[in-house]
């Protein structure tokens, strides 16, 4: 996405009005015609398909890990003989450290490759799965979960990268939802089995570096290269040409930065408002017995699994903003019947609200791709989101204070409760109302950049059909030989001469 912010757009008040009055026509979905799924997906070559799959594979590991602990809270409380709420600062922990693993494995990523971190984060999942095992006490276990925590974090960038930038544009959403749904699929994992994490490490050391890195690399070194001809200056490594390039990049993109972190916030909000107290609102206030309490949350993520490929499939072609903020419409206006029956009814209602649930959440990986600067693609989009998560645990604490306005009387099981049907419907409804308000003023590719994009993965993989190596299509983009680079340039200049009369962002 072309960043105006160079040009202070940001800083000019008339520039900022300009960028605002935007919001609305930025909306406009994609000229793009409709395309069967099944058609898209089948235009994916076996790289592009291996990719995804490791990618997928290594996200859904990670969600699998992370729910081990989450479903065996009550086991691990008594092996240790402490109480549950201490077991589950293991969880705390764990969320509050992903920050710093997101920050050091997507600075990595973004100057050696996402194979690497992806690989290195992995093997200290076996590591610390082993350590778990072999904890004696409270505090051993929180050490070791607090490791896992920064291993965790780093995983996301890395593997939404490897996952998603070197698909063809049109099966970017749809695989999009799918790949977001491996945390799902990890969820219902960690209930049923243990999956093989050394495949998965050894699936991934066969497969070589994304092609859009290796070109991305190329490019870089080329550029640095020629100022360095240009200026007589001395060497530059690869080292100081990401340092550069990525120092250019934050002051270009701080404001975007903040504005995501914002964004994740509430989409993580989204998620742990309608799953964290849904299981215990259903046991203590509803009535259900465990079997239909499985019952209804193997629904829910069914339902969060289709709808992230639905909409992340649609968002293609009706726009990444316009798409979720639909989504949260429907989402919102669901909420009542997600909270008000009684009776196995909410099967239905469950199975349509996680649906928006998933829907929201399944463009959110390619869309971070789409709005951070290449430089930064693999931090950025890891960081914001695992701060974005850090945010957003504050969910529990918040609908707890809520629902002390609500109280119910005790029963013999649970001594201090409160109406969390009600507590929930408060608590989802700003959410949706959250996240709708901030998509509407937030960036977006434009309907030129996608076409751009769209364009440049069909170059790419034409190039190297012709046997033009990576290296080289970088070094040909960084001279101005490539065509499409020539255009994209063109169009930059095109735009800047035209900023004074239009932003688009």
């Known amino acids: 996405m072309r960043n105006y912010m160079a040009a202070g757009w940001f ?18 979905p994609p000229k793009n015609k ?13 790289h592009q398909w291996l990719m995804f799959f490791v990618g997928f594979l290594g996200w859904t590991w990670d969600a699998f890990d992370f729910f081990t602990v989450s479903l065996t809270v009550t086991e691990i409380a008594q092996d240790f003989d402490v109480s549950v709420t201490s077991v589950t600062w293991g969880i ?3 969320l509050m450290l992903r920050s710093v693993g997101a920050l050091a494995s997507g600075f990595f990523a973004d100057r050696y490759g996402r194979k690497w971190p992806f690989i290195i984060n992995l093997c200290f999942f076996i590591i610390l799965e082993l350590g778990s095992g072999f904890c004696q006490n409270l505090r051993q276990f929180l050490g070791v979960r607090a490791l896992y925590g920064i291993a965790m974090g780093g995983l996301f960038g890395s593997a939404a990268a490897t996952a998603l930038e070197d698909l063809p544009y049109d099966a970017r959403g749809v695989l999009s939802g799918f790949f977001e749904m491996g945390y799902a699929i990890g969820y219902l994992l960690a209930a049923a089995m243990y999956p093989p994490p050394v495949l998965i490490i050894l ?3 066969m497969l070589p570096e994304t092609n859009y890195f290796q070109v991305m690399v190329a490019e870089r070194e080329e550029r640095s290269r020629q100022m360095q ?12 040409s990401l340092l550069k390039y990525s120092r250019a990049a934050f002051k270009e993109n701080w404001v975007l930065f903040i504005y995501l972190v914002i964004l994740m916030t509430g989409f993580n909000a989204c998620s742990h408002g309608s799953q964290d107290f849904y299981p215990t609102f259903l046991k203590d206030q509803v009535g259900f017995n465990a079997n239909q309490v499985t ?23 009706f726009g990444r903003r316009s798409t979720m903020m639909v989504t949260c419409v429907i989402g919102g206006a ?6 008000l029956p009684r009776d196995m009814s909410l099967i239905a209602t469950v199975f349509w609200e996680q649906f928006c649930v998933g829907g929201v959440w399944g463009p959110i990986p390619i869309h971070l791709m789409e709005v951070c600067p290449p430089e930064f693609r693999s931090l950025m989009v890891g960081f914001t989101y695992q701060l974005g998560n850090l945010a957003s645990s504050a969910s529990a604490t918040i609908q707890s204070t809520i629902g002390s306005k609500y109280p119910l009387p005790p029963t013999a099981t649970n001594h201090k409760r409160f109406d969390y049907g009600t507590v929930m419907g408060i608590f989802l409804g ?8 901030f998509l509407f003023w937030g960036p977006e590719m434009s309907a030129e950049e996608r076409d751009d994009e769209a364009e440049a993965a069909k170059y790419l993989e034409q190039r190297r059909a012709e046997g033009a190596s990576l290296a080289e299509i970088g070094v040909m983009r960084a001279r101005g030989l490539d065509k499409l680079e020539g255009q994209a340039h063109d169009n930059v200049e095109n735009g800047k001469e035209a900023f004074t009369e239009h932003v688009e962002c």
């Open 92 to 94: 705390t922990v764990t």
């Open 203 to 205: 699936f991934r050391l």
């Open 229 to 240: 001809a240009e200026n007589d200056q001395a060497h530059v490594t690869g080292f100081q």
């Open 430 to 437: 700003a959410v949706w109302a959250y996240i709708l308000f």
């Open 295 to 317: 019952i209804i949350t193997v629904v829910g993520q069914a339902g969060a699994f289709a709808g992230a490929n639905f909409f992340g499939y649609i968002s293609t072609f």
């Open 334 to 339: 669901l909420v009542p019947s997600y909270v």
């Open 11 to 28: 800083y000019s008040p008339s520039q900022i009005g300009r960028y605002s009055v935007t919001r609305i026509t930025s909306l406009k």
């Open 34 to 46: 409709i395309r069967n799924p099944v058609s898209v997906v089948r235009e994916l070559t076996t």
